[in-house]
């Protein structure tokens, strides 16, 4: 696929993009969380998109391993006033989010994709998005938040993920989802351990069913701490080594922390490559 439908919006997937994290969590594992800080958070988006994301992806419930749900409430008031700021700046903007009456509300003021960890199981998912024009970002979980680190389990990552994905692809057109909305992310770090993750990465095209186009995000994650020994305001270089191999391995949209430094780092790889 060499396009991907996006809302508003039709994105060429000829070269990578790179999807800017806006966090609205006031719990988040690499310490950039802006829950209720409209400003700073509105700030932090147009210095991402000046530094050259390609779209952007607003969080504002905490899916790090041991998170609390969030109420939708909270989840709302903390999403709309910066989404409704946004909604004119000319890039996607994508929601992350499993609840679907965040997505009502999202797609409502101008949404244009839902990136969900729970690949759009949850009861009214596939409803709340059918009858949209927005891109749906089907991701691999093994548990949930909560617990997903405490043992996980495969007999083969690869094609474990790989099925669970397809499943979810045929769900999703079983809804009437276009092929063209949809987009895959094997999951780096939910419910998998170093050994899966490493495992997932050096197999990457066999964890993806063929003819869709993967996310991938890896950004300051603790694998990249293990493999490093360094905390988490310390791992830009590991996060841009990370996201150029999954380039390298046909990852076409990189969720990132660090822009700027990521763009710099693909323009060179493209130069030289």
Known sequence: MTALHCGKFLLSLERPLIMGIVNLTPDSFSGDGLASQRDAALDQAWRMLEAGADLLDLG?????????????????????????????????????????????????????????????????????????????????MQGEPQTMQEQPQYGDVTAEVRTFLAGRIEAARGAGIA??????????????????????????????????????????????GAITGRPVSERLAASITAALVAVQRGARIIRVHDVAETRDALAVWDALR
């Open 60 to 140: 504002a419930e905490s899916s790090r391993p041991g998170a609390l749900p969030t109420s939708e409430t909270d989840e709302l008031e903390r999403l709309l006033p910066l989404l409704d700021a946004l909604r004119d700046c000319g890039k996607p903007l994508s929601i992350d989010t499993y609840k679907p009456a965040v997505m009502r509300a999202a797609l409502d003021r101008g949404a244009d994709m839902i990136n969900d960890i729970y690949a759009f199981r949850m009861p009214g998912a596939f409803d709340a998005v059918a009858h949209s024009d927005c891109a749906l970002c089907l991701m691999h």
């Open 179 to 224: 092929a063209e909305r949809l987009l895959l992310d094997p999951g780096f770090g939910f419910g998998k351990t170093l050994a899966h993750n490493v495992e997932l990465y050096r197999r990457f095209p066999d964890c993806l069913p063929e003819g869709f186009p993967a996310l991938v995000g890896v950004s300051r994650k603790s694998m990249l």
